[in-house]
Nanobody, 125 residues
Framework: QVQLVESGGGLVQAGGSLRLSCAVS????????MGWFRQAPGKEREFVAA????????NYADSVKGRFTISRDNAKNTLFLQMNSLKPEDTAVYYC??????????????????WGQGTQVTVSS
């Protein structure tokens, strides 16, 4: 079992930045892939970014490439999502997730095995 707890969401103006964190605990997850997803009201949960915990291979949705950066701190067992140049359309609940397969290239929610509770990000225009 893996436990995931997100933090760092909030309200920011368009063009601003936020950094989300996800504290990871539980059984060994060094071989897992860790991802960020988001879900806006009335929309399906969509892939944002993913990283293989060991090795650091990353994958990004086209909509966030060049603006968002996913990273992890091995010593602190924490996953991050640095979000720059935020747009109103980035407004959503952001979820941290873990995939036992270890591949950062799976981009659908059902590929992931463990989920956090989510953190709200609101970008005002």
């Amino acid at each position: 079992q893996v436990q995931l707890v997100e933090s760092g969401g909030g309200l920011v103006q368009a063009g601003g930045s936020l950094r989300l964190s996800c504290a990871v605990s539980g059984r060994t997850f060094s071989s897992y892939a860790m991802g960020w997803f988001r879900q806006a009201p009335g929309k399906e949960r969509e892939f944002v970014a993913a990283i293989r915990w060991s090795g650091g291979n990353t994958n990004y949705a086209d909509s966030v490439k060049g603006r968002f950066t996913i990273s992890r701190d091995n010593a602190k067992n924490t996953l991050f999502l640095q979000m720059n140049s935020l747009k109103p359309e980035d407004t959503a609940v952001y979820y941290c997730a873990a995939d036992r397969s270890g591949s950062p290239y799976y981009t659908t929610a059902y590929d992931y095995d463990y989920w956090g509770q989510g953190t709200q990000v609101t970008v005002s225009s």
